[in-house]
Every structure is written in C-alpha cells, then in structure tokens.
C-alpha cells in the first residue's frame, strides 16, 4: 500500500533562518506531489506541484522554493525565514489520469519566531 | 477560473443533531467533488467522493450528492457524534497545466459536536 511521510512534525525557527522539509512517498512511482500552506484560521493555499523529478511548478511567489530530487521525494526550501511563513504545512500526492483526490501527510507545523 | 465556496462556520450543534455543511462551486468541464476532513494537529483525510453529475457519495455516515443543476456538493449526516468534530474542507479537481490534476479546496467550516 502507498504510503505518505513528512517530517518533521513540528518546527520553531528563527526570523532569517533556512528551512528544510522532507516529504517522501512509499508505494507507487512517478506521483504527482504538492506542496500546501494552511495559515492559522484560514483554508489551504497550494505552493508547489510536481509532475517528475526536477519539474516544478509555482502557484504563488514568495521566498519559498520547491526541489524533486528523486521521483519520490519533495522537499520544501526556504534561505531566511519571515515571521509570515509560519503555518501548517502540507504535502500530498496522487496519480496518474484517473483523479482519485490527493492522500495528505501529517503535516509540520511551523512557527517562527 | 475554479472555485469553492463554503459555508461559513464555526457550526456547533448537540449530539445526535443533524448536520448540514454548504458546498457550492465554479468550475469549467466537468470536476470531481471531495469533502476531506482534519482533526486537531493532523492532516486531511478523504472523506467522500463523486466524480459525476448525481453520484452520491458516502463514508462513515456522511453523504453527499454532485448536483450539477445547482452546482453543489453539500455535506449532510443525520447524527453527528464528539468525535465528528473537526474541520471540514469541500474541493473540486480540474485539470491544469501539464499532467497535473490539482485539488482547489473551500475555506474550511470548523465543526463542533457538544455531549
């Protein structure tokens, strides 16, 4: 069975600071992944999303960027932190031309401070 | 472009209570619909689905029917438990640049259930 795994849970950085998450799936090749924001109170903002390895595609500029290494894995980047990066961040996949809905990781929660 | 509009929350309703959650949306062609669902400090989980027009779909006592005359996909369970409370999120897929099927997902409607 595919499974999805996001680490770290949680996170505390400082302002300036980088920012490095990791997203892998198990189970299934070449997915589509996704990276999304959910901002304290308020609904999901999707980041980044990737059809392959090195293809990134994204949704919204800020000082965030999006890596696929390997057809696996996406990884979420920042170089220095803002206060208003913090946030639940949430990685997914899904597959292939039959749309079945994405399949969430648990999420990191990020705070700067 | 496509969109999801929710209805406002939060809801707050006794147990045993019957919930309705609005879902209306915009879309060109022809979308699948979703309800997801997130509990404290965890990510979304699919709820339900229903990829054509008058498909219901159902899970764990929620329902929900794609209605393509009116362009709605609400949530309904006659009997809501504690453990229903969470946040609940309507989305439609469509298709975009690329391969990519991406989800666009309503603003969410906070749920609580009271014993």
């Known amino acids: 069975s595919q499974t999805i795994h996001q680490w770290p849970a949680t996170l505390v950085q400082p302002v300036g600071s980088p920012l490095s998450l990791e997203c892998t799936v198990e189970?299934?090749?070449?997915?589509?992944l996704y990276w999304y924001r959910q901002a304290a109170g308020r609904g999901l903002q999707l980041l980044f999303y990737?059809?392959?390895?090195?293809?990134i595609s994204s949704e919204v500029p800020q000082n965030l960027s999006a890596s696929r290494p390997q057809d696996r894995q996406f990884i979420l980047s920042s170089k220095k932190l803002l206060l208003s990066d913090s946030g639940f961040y949430l990685c997914?996949?899904?597959?292939?031309?039959?749309?079945?809905?994405?399949?969430f990781g648990s999420g990191t929660r990020l705070t700067v401070v | 472009g496509n969109s999801v509009t929710q209805m406002e929350g939060p809801v707050t309703l006794s147990e045993e209570a019957f919930l309705t959650i609005n879902c209306t949306y915009t879309?060109?062609?022809?979308?699948?619909l979703f309800w997801y669902v997130q509990y404290p400090g965890e990510g979304l989980q699919l709820l339900l689905k229903?990829?054509?027009?008058?498909d219901k779909g159902s899970n764990k006592g929620f329902e929900a029917t794609y209605r393509k005359e009116t362009t709605s996909f609400h949530l309904e369970k006659g009997s809501v438990q504690v453990s229903d409370s969470a946040v609940y999120f309507c989305?439609?897929?469509?298709?975009?640049?690329?391969?990519?099927?991406?989800?666009?997902f309503g603003s969410g409607t906070q749920l609580t259930v009271l014993p």
């Open positions: 997914a996949w899904s597959k292939g031309q039959v749309f079945y809905g994405y399949t």
């Open positions: 189970g299934t090749s070449n997915p589509n």
């Open positions: 990737s059809v392959g390895i090195g293809q």
């Open positions: 879309a060109t062609g022809y979308p699948s």
């Open positions: 229903a990829t054509k027009a008058d």
């Open positions: 989305a439609l897929s469509a298709s975009s640049s690329g391969s990519a099927r991406q989800l666009t």
